[in-house]
């Protein structure tokens, strides 16, 4: 059972003790997508929807729920995260934002999952500030795109093995 470092030997739930772990500067890029009709894109990217800047409201939600994953993933530490970044990028000919979210910290634990819980929570916030006028917003592709440093050294995304 030792092979998950969440789980002991016993097959116990556990938080990893990083204690002994070298603090590196470590950095992870996450991404989402959410498709809608194409009314609902123009009135986001003109920002004439009844509730205000959609994207910059959700930019705000990715960045606060990053440094709350601890809040809400269980095993994750609570870290002095250095750096969070959400950015979104329009596509008129499918209808879609495509999010990236950028977290940084120079500490023992990396930050994938705060950078998964900030486009995340993005998306989400896009689809709860439209959700009045288009309830088929289609959420896709959360993923984890690339990350460096610590011990597991570098991760790049292939797009050649995704299934």
């Given at each position: 059972?030792?092979?998950?470092?969440?789980?002991?030997?016993?097959?116990?739930?556990?938080?990893?003790?990083?204690?002994?772990?070298?603090?590196?500067?470590?950095?992870?890029?996450?991404?989402?997508?959410?498709?809608?009709?194409?009314?609902?894109f123009r009135?986001?990217?003109?920002?004439?929807?009844?509730?205000?800047?959609?994207?910059?409201?959700?930019?705000?939600?990715?960045?606060?729920?990053?440094?709350?994953?601890?809040?809400?993933?269980?095993?994750?530490?609570?870290?002095?995260?250095?750096?969070?970044?959400?950015?979104?990028?329009?596509?008129?000919?499918?209808?879609?934002?495509?999010?990236?979210?950028?977290?940084?910290i120079h500490?023992?634990?990396?930050?994938?999952?705060?950078?998964?819980?900030?486009?995340?929570?993005?998306?989400l916030t896009?689809?709860?500030?439209?959700?009045?006028?288009?309830?088929?917003?289609?959420?896709?592709?959360?993923?984890?795109?690339?990350?460096?440093?610590?011990?597991?050294?570098?991760?790049?995304?292939?797009?050649?093995?995704?299934?």
């Amino acid at each position: 059972m030792t092979d998950f470092t969440h789980m002991d030997e016993n097959g116990h739930v556990r938080m990893v003790d990083v204690g002994t772990k070298a603090a590196t500067l470590r950095e992870a890029v996450a991404s989402a997508k959410i498709f809608m009709t194409a009314d609902t894109f123009r009135k986001i990217v003109n920002t004439t929807t009844r509730k205000g800047n959609v994207l910059e409201t959700a930019r705000i939600a990715g960045i606060m729920a990053a440094k709350k994953t601890s809040e809400l993933i269980p095993m994750c530490h609570p870290i002095n995260i250095t750096h969070v970044q959400v950015d979104f990028a329009p596509d008129a000919a499918t209808h879609g934002i495509y999010i990236t979210g950028r977290v940084r910290i120079h500490d023992r634990t990396g930050v994938e999952m705060e950078a998964l819980t900030a486009v995340s929570v993005a998306a989400l916030t896009i689809y709860d500030m439209c959700k009045s006028h288009d309830r088929a917003m289609k959420i896709t592709d959360i993923c984890l795109q690339q990350k460096s440093g610590g011990k597991s050294g570098t991760f790049v995304r292939d797009e050649s093995l995704r299934t």
